[in-house]
């Protein structure tokens, strides 16, 4: 049996309530139907025109011109305003967020001199540096020195010395400036060398040995590079201070010439002018060779000069 909700009748089939609810719930039933599909009781006309496109006889749209707005400038082309900058490049927002920060743009390391403490270093620590430093200037030394028998001369002021020791002694006391140099190239190799990988601490980068501060991988290079000699950290220091260390020769003096390893302008007039010279000296020392008893005579006679019918066209009066 079928039981209807809005009356509450039984029908024994359902065929029998579909026509029950035709014939006694029409208006329930029209309105379910207007609330599920209401286009169902809409004009069909009117919906036409609704949805029918309005035709325009306007001359710019028969043409099919482009209407022309005010802003429009000449050629079709919108005038366009600048648009404002980002947020960040702001004058506010420098100020406001970069004001009381540290400048992103730091020198390395090499150049502020942040080196490592020895305070955790012991007694053994501290006689290894000493030994590293006195290999540092033995080489510094012995590298500067030219063997000239009987005496020996210094290679950075060309100065003719005694003994080999007496010219190691006038290295290392007028040439502090130079030392300092190579130690400045030393230190770069250093900081470049080690390397802080936590949580194991810091790192050799030539051989990947860990070692537990800073300090410690400073020593252990000096160690292998001037005291050991061991191959592959005396190749890498070689290969960092032929290349450091003449960076000040390759880089340009401003005049636009020394750029590489080009001469300067100043160097190129002196050249020029030493040149000068010499062929200056030359010039003299011949004339002098010569004398005035040595010098060719000039002859007396005096080229005549052509006649001046040479070269006039003349007849033939002969015949």
């Not at 009781?41 to 028969?62: I, L, T």
């Not at 290894?128 to 012995?142: L, P, T």
Request: charged residues 35%.
């Amino acid at each position: 049996r079928f039981k209807g909700r809005l009356c509450g009748d039984l029908m024994a089939a359902k065929a029998a309530a579909a026509g029950h609810f035709q014939a006694r719930h029409g208006e329930e039933l029209q309105a379910f139907k207007r609330e599920k599909a209401p286009k169902i009781f809409e004009d069909p006309k009117e919906s036409q025109k609704r949805s029918a496109p309005k035709v325009s006889f306007a001359r710019e749209d028969v043409l099919k011109i482009k209407r022309s707005d005010e802003d429009v400038s000449f050629g079709g082309w919108a005038k366009k305003e600048k648009p404002e900058p980002p947020p960040c490049e702001q004058p506010g927002y420098q100020q406001e967020v970069m004001g009381n920060a540290e400048p992103m743009l730091t020198a390395p390391p090499w150049a502020t001199g942040t080196r490592p403490s020895d305070e955790d270093a012991s007694q053994m620590d501290k006689e290894v540096d000493g030994h590293i430093v006195q290999a540092q200037v033995k080489r510094f030394s012995k590298r500067n020195v030219l063997e000239v028998n009987p005496a020996s001369r210094c290679k950075l002021c060309f100065k003719t010395i005694g003994t080999v020791a007496e010219t190691e002694k006038h290295i290392i006391e007028a040439h502090r400036e130079d030392f300092e140099k190579e130690m400045m190239v030393w230190e770069r190799f250093l900081f470049t060398t080690c390397k802080r990988q936590p949580p194991f601490g810091w790192v050799c980068k030539v051989c990947n040995i860990f070692f537990p501060s800073d300090g410690a991988v400073w020593r252990h290079l000096g160690k292998e590079v001037f005291i050991r000699r061991e191959e592959r950290h005396m190749g890498q220091w070689h290969e960092k201070e032929d290349r450091w260390g003449h960076q000040e020769d390759e880089e340009c003096c401003g005049d636009g010439i020394n750029v590489g390893r080009g001469l300067s302008y100043e160097s190129v007039k002196k050249f020029n002018e030493a040149a000068r010279r010499e062929a200056e000296q030359l010039d003299a020392m011949e004339s002098t060779a010569l004398g005035p008893a040595n010098r060719p005579e000039e002859s007396e006679d005096e080229a005549e000069p052509p006649p001046e019918e040479l070269g006039k066209v003349k007849l033939i009066r002969e015949f």
